[in-house]
T-cell receptor, first 114, second 112 residues
Framework: NAGVTQTPKFQVLKTGQSMTLQCAQD?????MYWYRQDPGMGLRLIYY???????DKGEVPNGYNVSRLNKREFSLRLESAAPSQTSVYFC?????????????FGSGTRLTVV | DAKTTQPPSMDCAEGRAANLPCNHS???????VYWYRQIHSQGPQYIIH???NNETNEMASLIITEDRKSSTLILPHATLRDTAVYYC?????????????FGGGTRVLVKP
């Protein structure tokens, strides 16, 4: 049971480069999320997708775009990376209605922008 | 979603119970209390949640006060592997997107 899979696990970018972080879940969850976590801080929501075909901004969406490719996959794109985007990025998924259980998180992508 | 207040850190002896407090005095009637933990360098892990009744599962127990303004997460027999940051979160369960908002959490260090 893979849960939530994120790729890549590590990435170093130069300022101005672009890249896409991939996330896939195999739990048939409707909702998916992207968070970032800066050193010593809690997680902050970047974007989320309540269901296939919908996306919405979270707390810190600037500098990012997302695509809900299908029910399984939710990608995060940095069009022009900046050093301020150096962070650990976590993808998560959840059932959309039932309160039972919680979010399932991936293991994270550690991104450094130099 | 209501905000929560947790102590920034606490120590616990291995094998003893760890009691983690959380204050959520502005919680609304339809908001649940959720607990997650994050072990170093890993993604957060769901522990338990509840509305107003006390809850128990294989990982922990959740005690919610009658007025729901505070709660306590209990790890009954802490092990070294329970060293982590523990997050208390309150949210409306059926809200669009079921968004979680993480605060600073409590950094728990389990000592031998």
């Amino acid at each position: 049971n893979a849960g939530v899979t994120q790729t890549p696990k590590f990435q170093v970018l130069k300022t101005g480069q672009s890249m896409t972080l991939q996330c896939a879940q195999d739990m048939n969850h409707n909702s998916m999320y992207w968070y970032r976590q800066d050193p010593g801080m809690g997680l902050r929501l970047i974007y989320y997708s309540a269901s296939e075909g919908t996306t919405d901004k979270g707390e810190v969406p600037n500098g990012y775009n997302v695509s809900r490719l299908n029910k399984r996959e939710f990608s995060l794109r940095l069009e022009s990376a900046a050093p301020s985007q150096t962070s650990v990025y976590f993808c998560a998924s959840s059932e959309d209605l039932a309160p039972s259980g919680g979010y399932t998180f991936g293991s994270g992508t550690r991104l450094t922008v130099v | 979603d209501a905000k929560t207040t947790q102590p920034p850190s606490m120590d616990c002896a291995e094998g003893r119970a760890a009691n983690l407090p959380c204050n959520h005095s502005t919680i609304s009637g339809n908001e649940y209390v959720y607990w997650y933990r994050q072990i170093h360098s890993q993604g957060p892990q769901y522990i338990i949640h509840g509305l107003k009744n006390n809850e128990t599962n294989e990982m922990a127990s959740l005690i919610i006060t009658e007025d729901r303004k505070s709660s306590t997460l209990i790890l009954p027999h802490a092990t070294l592997r329970d060293t982590a940051v523990y997050y208390c979160i309150v949210r409306v369960a059926k809200a669009a997107g079921n968004k979680l908002t993480f605060g600073g959490g409590t950094r728990v260090l389990v000592k031998p």
